[in-house]
């Protein structure tokens, strides 16, 4: 088979199929953790995945996405810090920029960015909706609210009105804490603490895709576990279509002492569409 490069993919090519063959290193103890990204020049279509490894000591998985730039890669979920007036993450984050994985653990003791209050007024009992976001360049986080105060009747509608919120500036929303004051009296952030029956009447928070208000992530399409001395072959692929706007990435979950000798994944592309495809496809 001739070789031929990404822009001679086009249905017209009498060998249209490329493999990629994408060498894997294995540590113990990740989670979706990132190691090869490519964006190709014209659209194409993830035909097959598979994977291949001499030896398997443990538990591993290969993951295969298809996602856009600054697009969330890994769900995440915000928390109740052990210093209850602040937050935390679960979960490592992940998305492309620039060409670049950017990766951000899991991270503690976050203060809100700013002092937001909840029923100013102290009249009863209202919601409001923080969100988390995070830049696109170091995945650094921070908070953002619609209004320097909120006072919503309800959870449903605080969530409604945050969903219409954008990020900052070179930022993306990955999660959300939506918080109800207690009666007659107001919440504000920094201050009060986030535990439910002490300064907030109830507490919830969502991951990154949960909610409108927490924005989208990108799930893997492909997921593997290798055996030793033979090829296994996905064929459950979710999502197929690779456009020239988006990466083709690869990654790799493992147990605490997760290893694979020689662990090597096969993607089959062609170009899209050809005969017999559809255009809607995802």
């Known amino acids: 088979m001739p070789r031929f490069k990404d822009q001679n993919l086009d249905p017209g090519?009498?060998?249209?199929?490329?493999?990629?063959v994408v060498p894997i290193a294995t540590a113990v103890s990740l989670t979706?953790?990132?190691?090869?990204?490519?964006?190709?020049?014209?659209?194409?279509?993830?035909?097959a995945a598979s994977v291949f490894a001499t030896a398997v000591t443990a538990a591993v998985t290969v993951l295969v996405w298809i996602v856009s730039e600054d697009t969330p890669m890994v769900q995440i979920t915000p928390a109740i810090d052990a210093v209850p007036e602040k937050w935390k993450t679960t979960g490592v984050a992940r998305h492309i920029h620039g060409g670049a994985v950017i990766e951000k653990a899991a991270v503690t003791a976050q203060v809100f960015s700013a002092n937001y209050t909840i029923n100013n007024a102290g009249v009863g009992q209202k919601w409001g909706v923080v969100l988390i976001q995070q830049a696109l360049a170091d995945g650094a986080y921070s908070t953002k609210t619609i209004a320097a105060d909120q006072a919503y009747a309800t959870q449903g509608e605080a969530l409604t009105a945050a969903?219409?919120?954008?990020?900052?500036?070179?930022?993306?929303?990955?999660?959300a804490i939506a918080i109800q004051s207690k009666n007659n009296l107001k919440w504000t952030a920094n201050t009060d603490d986030l535990t439910a029956a002490s300064d907030v009447g109830a507490v919830a928070f969502y991951a990154t895709g949960a909610v409108p208000a927490a924005g989208t992530y990108t799930a893997?399409?492909?997921?593997?576990?290798?055996?030793?001395?033979?090829?296994?072959?996905?064929?459950?692929?979710t999502k197929h279509v690779v456009r020239d706007d988006q990466y083709l990435a690869i990654g790799i979950t493992t147990d605490a002492t997760g290893a694979a000798t020689n662990l090597v994944a096969t993607l089959d592309v062609t170009p899209w569409p050809m005969r017999g495809d559809s255009l809607v496809e995802v």
């Open 163 to 175: 969903a219409g919120v954008a990020a900052d500036a070179g930022k993306i929303i990955v999660g």
């Open 13 to 20: 090519s009498s060998f249209p199929t490329r493999q990629l």
């Open 220 to 237: 893997e399409c492909v997921s593997v576990a290798p055996a030793a001395l033979a090829e296994v072959v996905e064929d459950a692929i």
């Open 32 to 47: 979706k953790r990132v190691t090869w990204a490519r964006k190709f020049l014209k659209p194409v279509k993830l035909r």
